[in-house]
């Protein structure tokens, strides 16, 4: 059960790698700066080919694998991390309609999708139902061939320019067990509004806001898989998509290691490089060991999602942990390699360093991962 690098898969690499580089760094800096949805991003994104890989042929999609999919956020996070929010974002609608969905929903949409019409949102968390996504109140009251859905979700990444919403609310109150479930929203429907943006730390190229529903109808046909199972629905979408968060921290790792090195190489004191320094040579090592080691397990993870393994929810769970804080160590290491001009936005590695802190809170924090670590530990010893 070992990845394997195709020459398909460095060349893809390659492909990747020259078009962020030319088309999304140039911007990356500006986008950060400014705050807002990065449609320039978007746009060239689009364009290449790159905003929703994985989706099968038969729905308009490049038919990527998952380790393709892994390398293509690498890259595109390696130079612009609120770039690769966007493949991050429709992955987590794909990911739930073709494990769960219907056939006729998969072919609505994620041939939009693939094709850049569309772009997905995930409305999961409310205030009070971060880490603990069952405690969602958010409700979804059946009406005749509908459910009139009232409530708020709080940090729904592309809020206001996704248009398809993959939305969890309350269906059955009265079952204990399953009393949530997973529905197709559409930014027209009547009855939905959204808070200001966020100010947030990093990836601030990509918008996020809460979004409210005011007896919004949605008709029965937009439940994705069994009603009532839509915490199960949720649980199993980042079991996968965790896989591309973990690759998004290992990108932008990558390219603040490739800075440093850079860096170190030309910047002189006590007239030599300071790449001539024992210490600054350790401190070089450790940043790359840690990442390739990061690498190595998202690639893993990327392989068992791909087919579906029985693992899938630890690997997962330890590639987003592991790369993440990883992506977190490096970038600190990086902004202190370059002194006072890595603390200063006239270096990209200070965006990077406030950029990777959000791989360790969103899709579950890294405390919430190493309880599904545990778990998953304590299953196989039984």
């Not at 099968?56 to 996070?77: C, H, L, T």
């Not at 794909?94 to 949409?109: A, D, H, I, N, W």
């Not at 069952?134 to 009251?141: F, P």
């Not at 068992?304 to 790369?323: E, I, L, P």
């Amino acid at each position: 059960m070992l990845y394997h690098l195709s020459e398909e898969h460095e060349m893809l690499r390659q492909f990747v790698r020259e078009f962020a580089e030319s088309q999304l760094a140039p911007n990356a800096a500006e986008v950060d700066d400014k705050g807002v949805f990065a449609q320039q991003q978007y746009d060239a994104l689009v364009e290449a080919g790159f905003a929703a890989p994985g989706i099968p042929e038969q729905y308009g999609g490049d038919g990527a694998d998952a380790i393709a999919s892994a390398i293509i956020m690498e890259e595109v996070a390696r130079v612009c991390a609120s770039s690769s929010t966007v493949i991050s974002s429709n992955e987590l609608g794909t990911v739930p309609l073709l494990k769960y969905g219907s056939e006729e929903q998969r072919k609505r949409y994620l041939s939009e999708v693939a094709s850049g019409k569309a772009l997905f949102g995930y409305a999961l968390s409310e205030a009070d139902a971060g880490s603990d996504p069952a405690a969602l109140k958010c409700r979804a009251d059946e009406d005749g061939d509908s459910f009139v859905l009232n409530g708020v979700k709080a940090w729904v990444t592309e809020a206001g320019e996704a248009k398809y919403l993959v939305i969890f609310a309350v269906t059955d109150p009265d079952d204990p067990r399953h009393r949530i479930s997973a529905l197709m929203v559409h930014a027209d429907d009547p009855g939905i509004s959204y808070g200001a943006p966020e100010h947030k730390m990093g990836i601030r190229g990509s918008v996020t806001r809460e979004v409210v529903f005011k007896n919004t109808r949605i008709p029965k046909e937009r439940v994705i898989g069994r009603r009532g199972h839509g915490l199960s629905v949720a649980l199993g979408t980042l079991d996968n998509s965790r896989v591309s968060i973990a690759a998004q921290a290992v990108g932008i790792a990558q390219g603040a290691l490739d800075i440093a090195t850079d860096y170190v190489q030309k910047r002189k004191q006590f007239g030599q490089p300071l790449s001539n320094f024992e210490g600054i040579q350790f401190m070089l090592a450790d940043m790359a060991m840690r990442l390739e080691a990061a690498r190595a397990l998202t690639y893993s993870a990327a392989d068992r999602s791909g087919r579906q393994t029985d693992d899938v929810s630890y690997f997962g769970a330890a590639a987003k942990c592991f790369a993440s804080d990883t992506a977190m160590a490096v970038c600190t290491d990086a902004v202190q390699l370059l002194g006072g001009i890595g603390y200063s936005k006239d270096s990209a590695v200070e965006r990077m360093f406030r950029d990777a802190k959000v791989t360790q809170i969103y899709e579950g924090t890294n405390q919430i991962q190493r309880i599904v670590i545990a778990r998953q530990l304590f299953n196989r010893s039984r």
